[in-house]
């Protein structure tokens, strides 16, 4: 079993920053992409970016170049810098990856932090 625990949400004003935390936590053995979701009220969940062990992240459209993703994975931890926040990033922000555990390799999630930017 893997858990991650997200934080660093909270309520922004237009332009402003924030930074969101996941930590990873169990018997894991390895972890492949990590990476943050977003699903805002009345739409479906989209990626926002992600962070694979070996390659380039990726990121939305809506983001590039404002957001950036990164990893410590000597603390099993991913990271985004949101930078330039717009009133439409506001959304509940899901941190996930894929882990390979002793049982298995299987997606987990996090329990969602909510980000909001307002005036």
């Known amino acids: 079993q893997v858990q991650l625990v997200e934080s660093g949400g909270g309520l922004v004003q237009p332009g402003g920053s924030l930074r969101l935390s996941c930590t990873a936590s169990?018997?894991?053995?390895?972890?492949?992409?990590m990476g943050w979701y977003r699903q805002a009220p009345g739409k479906q969940r989209e990626l926002v970016a992600t962070s694979p062990s070996y390659g380039s992240t990726n990121y939305a459209d809506s983001v590039k170049g404002r957001f950036t993703i990164s990893r410590d994975n000597a603390k099993n931890t991913v990271y985004l810098q949101m930078n330039s926040l717009k009133p439409e990033d506001t959304a509940v922000y899901y941190c996930?990856?894929?882990?390979?555990?002793?049982?298995?390799?299987?997606?987990?999630w996090g329990q969602g932090t909510q980000v909001t930017v307002s005036s």
């Open positions: 169990g018997n894991i053995v390895s972890i492949n992409t």
């Open positions: 996930t990856g894929l882990f390979r555990t002793v049982e298995t390799v299987m997606r987990y």
